[in-house]
């Protein structure tokens, strides 16, 4: 069954970037997407991106715009998410998971990304 | 602060049905049949329960249904068993592309 595969943890200086990524196993195809969901200690999730890994077509919300990077690598089946501009707030578990036409119904296991100076 | 809003917590005995409401606008919720619930134990992934308004994933009890009135979304939890102490999260497509969540709600049995 397809399984999402994500990177370890990260610690970042406030100002810094993060790559993380996020590798799909047993797909038969690339015609997926893929969204990134986050979630500060303590808080709800949130939603900040998706990618269709097939065209590379990509968006995010509005709060991410121009600082939240989604990318593909086909070859590998492997997403990445990039984010720039690193705050304290940015502190967060970080999940990649398959779209099910707009719901999310694999997520990887997450990856904890602190920001600490 | 969520788009979508939820009670911050419900409670119920073994047994007994709760509703946990979801409430958006008419930009979300009210507009696509596509608003989709979570379940999340204490440090492990969301995983999901309802989607597209009211199908349940397989594999997922049938203890769990959605439904929607206009700009609110419900999930029923019926015959409550332990196990179902949880956040739940409910989300729904915003147009242009892009998804919201709710704040969450904790569910308490008794």
């Known amino acids: 069954q397809v399984q999402l595969e994500q990177s370890g943890g990260e610690v970042k200086k406030p100002g810094a970037s993060v790559k993380v990524s996020c590798k799909a196993s047993g797909h038969p195809s690339t015609d997926f997407a893929v969204h990134w969901v986050r979630q500060a200690p303590g808080q709800s999730l949130e939603w900040m991106a998706w990618i269709n890994v097939g065209n590379g077509n990509t968006n995010s919300a509005q709060k991410f715009q121009g600082r939240a990077t989604v990318t593909r690598d086909t070859s590998t089946s492997t997403i990445y998410m990039e984010l720039s501009s690193l705050t304290y707030e940015d502190t967060a578990v970080y999940y990649c998971a398959r779209d099910g036409y707009w719901s999310f119904d694999v997520w990887g296991r997450g990856t904890l990304v602190s920001v600490s100076s | ?110």
Do not use: M
């Open chain 2, 1 to 110: 602060q969520p788009a979508l809003t939820q009670p911050a917590s419900v409670s119920g005995s073994p047994g007994q049905s709760i509703t946990l409401s979801c409430s958006g606008t008419s930009s979300d919720v009210g507009s696509y049949k596509l608003v989709s619930w979570y379940q999340q134990h204490p440090g492990k992934v969301p995983k999901l329960i309802i989607y597209e308004d009211n199908k349940r994933p397989s594999g997922v009890s049938n203890r769990f249904s959605g439904s929607k009135s206009g700009n609110t979304a419900s999930l029923t939890i019926s015959g409550l068993q332990t196990e179902d102490e949880a956040d739940y999260y409910c989300s729904s497509y915003a147009s242009s592309g892009t998804v919201v969540f709710g704040g969450g709600t904790k569910v308490t049995v008794l």
